[in-house]
């Protein structure tokens, strides 16, 4: 039997390569500080380039390594270019983090070809392209590694006076996608799980705020959660401690749904 620490939990990622993309805001952003700060090496990517190198100056400040790479989550040759990028800077990616998202705002049939084609490839496509394309390199190397997809409680839950319809679907397809890909990579050692957050403050959720006003008050606790809240969640995915840990999806909603 192999000895184990107690408790088997640990937060030190020191010798591990994280890849974070949509890194310029909100939970993207928190989520690479919180990696750099357990000793990650950390590849932040994104579209705006000024936040990116914000944000690298601010993870260098306090000690940590990383690179901006800018990434645009709808092209596939950005993707797998930035992926290169990724390991010849730092090493070979062990924690995929796929958070960039993007919403619709729209009902259904206002959506247009070129907004259901953003939100697609942004929210679906690029994390298969991106996921596979770390998981193949993994396999290549005979590494085990965390991929950690945030899907949101859109997937489970759909209200009618936010529009939300195509965002939800491509939710509810990246939890399935989740799954799929943990049995299929559990034999190489590589845990594929998800996070569904509720509202938890963001660009994306400060424009629903503007489009429909304080919805918060609707909710049981009254509130709208700090990115903070979910550092818990993603380290505990993200570290060895989770091994056994695959194909699960982690709400993480404040109770602001009913059940």
């Known amino acids: ?10 937060t030190d990622l020191s010798g ?7 890194a310029t805001s909100g939970l993207g952003r928190r989520f ?4 750099a700060v357990c000793g990650a090496k ?8 000024e936040r990116l190198d914000a944000l690298a100056g601010e993870i260098r400040g306090a ?8 990434m645009d989550m709808t092209d596939r040759a950005q993707i797998r270019a930035g992926l290169d990028r990724t390991v010849q800077a730092l090493g070979e990616v062990t924690i995929l983090v796929n958070n960039a998202g993007m919403a619709d705002a729209q009902y259904a049939t206002k ?14 496509e690029g994390p298969w392209i991106l996921s596979c394309a770390v998981a193949e390199r993994l396999m290549r190397a005979q590494r085990p590694g965390r991929i950690i ?24 397809a990246l939890v399935r996608m989740t799954e799929a890909m943990a049995v299929e990579w559990a034999r190489f050692n590589i845990n594929v799980n998800a996070i569904a957050p509720g509202t938890f403050a963001s660009e994306m959720v400060d424009g629903m705020l503007q489009r429909v006003g304080d919805f918060s008050q609707f909710f049981p606790r009254g509130r709208i959660c700090d990115p903070a809240q979910m550092d818990s969640t993603l380290l505990f995915l993200a570290s060895p401690s989770s091994e056994c840990v695959t194909g699960t999806v982690v709400k993480v909603d404040d109770g602001q749904l009913g059940r």
């Open 1 to 10: 039997m192999k000895d184990f620490p107690t408790p088997n939990f640990s």
């Open 16 to 22: 591990e390569v994280a890849l974070v993309t949509g």
């Open 32 to 35: 690479a500080r919180v990696l």
């Open 42 to 49: 950390v590849a932040i990517t994104g579209r705006r380039r």
């Open 63 to 70: 000690g940590g390594e990383c690179e901006p790479i800018p």
């Open 111 to 124: 959506i247009d070809d070129q907004m259901f084609d953003q939100v697609m490839n942004t929210n679906l």
């Open 149 to 172: 997809n945030i899907a949101s409680m859109a997937a489970f839950d759909i209200q009618s006076r936010v529009p939300s319809a195509l965002y939800s679907t491509t939710k509810s």
